[in-house]
């Protein structure tokens, strides 16, 4: 599906997302009041006798308007002479969320201002972290970087991949992990450590802004593998 130059340019990308604050009484009157709303559609099966408080410790970190970016990281291949695989990689986090998305839109927008443009590539990107980090540029009053604008574009004006969407094959129904799909493509699981139901509790209680950036770090390597051998590269070591 993809040349080695068209995976060349590709910046692969993952997010990993807390609760905007550390616990439901901290939110404001309003935004409580916003949040018991929106923790009604989880009332059900195991759910439905959790209170709000609960709720918003559990799932607020997947809400874009409740949560927070802690961690971004990227990375490209590049290829050696025998066509062996490698990446360089780079992560933004810690506490100042504005301060994340600044430095990483910057560096964004300096990546892809090149001839012919470059491309990102997400798994789910295109449910979850393209659209969380445009919500959250707009709410912090960040300019949003250019590749991830898509208002006024034509579809093949946007550079946004999605290895979920391309293991769908045109199927709608369909959602595949990340974990599962590096399972079935025999790759070496990501979730060997926490996974993204823990990373409020490490971020705002064990305050391990390192183990969130390695956990954020193996996704992108992993994202990266999938597409190699969705194309029948070799995978990196």
């Known amino acids: 599906m993809f040349t080695k130059e068209q995976i060349k340019n590709i910046l692969f990308l993952d997010i990993e997302t807390a609760s905007s604050v550390p616990e439901y009484p901290q939110l404001s009157e ?23 408080a609960e709720l918003f410790t559990a799932k607020a970190g997947i809400h874009a308007e409740f949560a927070r970016v802690v961690c971004i990281s990227c990375g490209y291949i590049t ?3 025998d066509n062996k695989p490698s990446m360089t990689m780079k992560s933004y986090g810690g506490e100042n969320e ?4 600044t430095d990483f839109g910057k560096m964004l927008d300096k990546y892809t201002a090149v001839k012919g443009g470059r491309t990102l590539c997400a798994h789910n990107g295109k449910e979850f972290d393209y659209p969380f980090l445009g919500r959250r540029y707009v709410i912090n009053q960040i300019r949003i970087p250019y590749s991830l604008q898509v208002q006024g574009k034509k579809p093949w004006e946007v550079n946004l991949l999605d290895t979920m969407e ?17 399972a079935v493509l025999d790759i070496p699981s990501p979730k060997d450590d926490i996974d ?20 954020c770090e193996k996704d992108v390597r992993t994202t990266a593998q999938v597409m190699l051998r969705m194309n029948r590269f070799p995978l990196m070591d």
């Open 79 to 81: 290829f050696d002479d």
């Open 196 to 215: 993204g139901s823990d990373v409020g509790r490490v971020f705002w209680q064990e305050k391990d802004h390192e183990r969130i950036r390695i956990y």
């Open 98 to 101: 504005h301060e994340i998305l």
């Open 166 to 182: 391309l293991w769908k094959f045109g199927d709608y129904k369909s959602y595949t992990s990340l974990n599962l799909l590096s």
């Open 30 to 52: 309003r935004m409580q009041e916003l949040w018991d709303k929106k923790a009604n559609r989880y009332r059900r099966g195991d759910d439905a006798e959790k209170s709000s």
